[in-house]
């Protein structure tokens, strides 16, 4: 778009062109005016201040952040667990909040990705016009419920009717090591918060993978299926293939909002600060839920533990997030697949 | 051996005369039986797992049966289609019906949540809820008491101050992005996406330490208003960017060779071209920060009684539900629940809207116009 102005003829030394006679031709030069450089420069200022903002949102974290980190050491801040941050030793670090955050995320894609995905192939291949129109609503949405109502929901309505699935997972399929539990009491799981958050990523995982699913070739499809393709052959032969890219690309968008998920896994669970490998029983937590539920607890230093755990997960969205968004574009170039 | 071959072609050269029906076969066509086999593995899996749930284990939890119906259903669609019509077939109606039940999952998903919460809340909802606030509303008190409007104030001074803030600023990104560029276009895209997924909790602590903690501001409603702009930014820049793209080059080819130069070109040309989709990305935009949470309890506070002054605490619609149902009392509970349906109405009407407005087709209303203005002449001509 820049050069849309760009020479036609060679910008001369004559500074006086543009008022010169009829029959020399006008002076075209791909020197922007002042008002055009005004309007270029003004909106360049607001682009790279969108990059100074996210800059200074870590720095400032990280400033309020310091007393934490150097109390123990910023390694010790990242291995140990706990919220002591008010005695005369305090122990505190986001280690099982980290554990937590991922386990909750994993959780929530193995619920979420299957059905995200299924949704966008049923939009993009099966739905006719209409159907498609009223879906694709229907995701648009599911993204703008806000998080606490969803968390209300989980834990009023879905709560109670789980529980009984995640006995009969504990009971029958004792014999995958996160399925087992310690104790009886299975509200407030890292597997209910999982599943909320499993819903809640759905739209941007569904419309990130349509967009994908869309843009494989129509030639090679109708070529499946005049070769005699059923639909789900020329889905698994043609679709899924293309969209590789893009799909794991969404799949890592969908952690990245899922791990800063913070009000609806806040409703949900009971907090926890051990590591345990059990997802079924009471007792979880996530760096963002921790943050709500415990700010303004803790003293000066609790505050800057707290900041310290929004810096670490800032860092940890924001390399997800740019991981997965670099795959995405890359796969809707058509760079790889 | 040539003769059998020869008696085993002869039958259909016998045929010929008498024609085949022509009887158009379409491959998506869905006949009775197709229904048949559909109802009667729904009715058979449904079934087999009502008995083997409650009348045989006494397993309890609804979405068990759910999920198991689901999975019993697709085994017996699976083996019933594969003897009618052989394994290829019964294998893609199967990821059909896999595939749509997905899309069933999400659309009933959307329904509990809102029916939910639409029978849990509705009692309140009434005149006295929308007019008073909670500042003389004591512990003992029945849920009808007291209101939320307060928290509704609250949260469209919040909001709206938001947009003021947030709007230009991703609307200009959207702008430098696809109509300026340069070299750092891209570099700027990435920030932005990256700031998209920026967790909600992640500004509001970003705003606390450098607007609240700072020692002379505090606690206010500005303060929630700073960090809702952060998240209203890169979704707004996102739906605009793409409204932008949108508009013709030609139009803009046009604008510069009249000699307009760059910034009447943007101003008069593109943006009007875009202003219902930018009026639509705004207003999705407010649909998705409308309803944060996380940044505004580390940033304004909160307040029981009505208070107009952003500088000040205040309370918000998502505040007030996050608190009181956090309460024991079941009263506070129950207001938790009503004011999350006036939250989830408000989402609501702003989506409508942004539904609505984007329906609109672009130069629609200057035709209406147009035509308007001309029927007179015509007739008097």
Known sequence: MSDVTGTLLPPSGDPSGPGGDAASPRLVTSEHRLDDRLFRGATKTIGVGVFVLLFLIGLFLFIGALPAFDKNGPIAFLTTSGFNTLGAHPVFGVASMLFWTVVIAVIAACVGVPIAIGTALFIVEFAPARLRRVLITVIDLLAVVPSIIFGLWGLVMLEPRIVGFEQFLSVHLKFIPFFRVTSSVFDGSAFIAGVVVGLMIVPIVTSITREIFALAPQGEREAALALGATKASMIRAVVLPFGRGGMIGAIMLGLGRAMGETVAVATIISVTLSIDPNILQNGANSIAAFIVLRFGTGGSLGLAALLGAGFVLFCFTLLVNLAASFIVNRSRTGASA | ?381
């Open chain 2, 1 to 381: 051996m040539s003769t059998t071959t020869l008696e085993r072609q002869s039958p259909p050269q016998a045929e010929p005369p008498a024609p085949r029906p022509l009887t158009r076969r379409r491959p998506r066509q869905f006949t009775p039986t197709d229904l048949v086999v559909l109802l009667g593995s729904a009715l058979a899996s449904i079934s087999l797992v009502w008995v083997v749930f409650y009348q045989l284990t006494l397993l309890a939890g609804a979405s068990g049966f759910v999920i198991c119906t689901l999975a019993t259903f697709l085994v017996v669609y699976y083996l019933a289609n594969r003897s009618l019509f052989g394994n290829m077939a019964a294998i893609n109606r199967v990821i059909a019906a896999l595939v749509s039940s997905c899309a069933a999952v999400v659309v009933f998903g959307l329904a509990l949540v809102v029916g939910f919460l639409a029978t849990k809340g509705y009692h309140l909802i009434g005149w006295h809820f929308f007019t008073h606030d909670q500042s003389r509303v004591l512990q003992s008190s029945p849920a009808s008491a007291g209101g939320i409007s307060h928290a509704i104030i609250g949260t469209l001074e919040q909001v709206g101050i938001a947009v003021l803030i947030g709007a230009p600023a991703g609307i200009i990104t959207a702008i430098f992005i696809n109509e300026v560029g340069g070299r750092i276009t891209a570099l700027v895209r990435t920030v932005v996406t990256a700031m998209s997924a920026l967790p909600t909790i992640v500004a509001g602590l970003f705003i606390y330490v450098l607007w609240v903690s700072d020692t002379h501001h505090g606690f206010s409603g500005f303060a929630g208003s700073l960090a809702l702009a952060i998240m209203l930014l890169p979704n707004i820049h996102r739906t605009t960017e793409e409204v932008l793209k949108v508009v013709h080059g030609s139009l803009r080819e046009a604008s510069m060779a009249l000699g307009a130069p760059h910034w009447r070109t943007v101003w008069s040309v593109v943006l009007p071209t875009a202003r219902t989709g930018i009026v639509t990305a705004v207003l999705l935009g407010i649909a998705r920060v409308v309803g944060e949470t996380a940044p505004l309890i580390v940033t304004i506070f909160g307040a029981t009684y009505m208070e107009t002054n952003p500088l000040h605490t205040q309370e918000a619609l998502p505040l007030f539900v996050w608190q009181s149902y956090r309460l024991p009392n079941a009263a506070d509970i129950q207001r938790a629940f009503s004011a999350g349906l006036v939250l989830v109405g408000l989402v609501l009407i702003l989506f409508t809207a942004a539904r609505l407005i984007a329906s609109i087709r672009p130069g629609f209303t200057n035709r209406m116009v147009e035509r308007f203005k001309r029927t007179p002449k015509e007739a008097s001509a």
